[in-house]
């Protein structure tokens, strides 16, 4: 399911700059995920973005979440 989700998330060189996108469509990850860190709930991103679907929101977190998990490492 995990992967079926990502699928979701785009890359493309020529488009909003080369920034992760939702299905090819001009909108990025980071306004999905701004609009949430700002308090809207996913019913409010639904009507302001008519072409995304809920996935897309699910998807946008796994992107996020996916791309913090890192290694560190600290020197001492």
């Known amino acids: 399911m995990q992967t079926d ?3 979701r998330i785009t890359i493309e060189p020529g488009k909003m700059g080369g920034r992760p ?3 090819g469509m ?3 990850v980071m306004d999905i995920l701004e ?4 308090g809207a709930t996913r ?9 995304l679907e ?6 946008a977190l796994l992107y996020a979440a996916r ?3 890192h290694t560190v ?3 001492e």
Do not use: K, M, V, W
Request: charged share 25%; with cysteine; glycine share 2%.
């Open 5 to 7: 989700l990502l699928s």
């Open 21 to 23: 996108c939702i299905r």
């Open 26 to 28: 001009r909108i990025r």
């Open 35 to 38: 609009n949430l860190a700002g």
């Open 43 to 51: 019913a409010e991103i639904l009507e302001s973005f008519p072409y």
């Open 54 to 59: 809920d996935e897309d929101i699910t998807a």
């Open 67 to 69: 791309s913090t998990d």
């Open 73 to 75: 490492i600290a020197a």
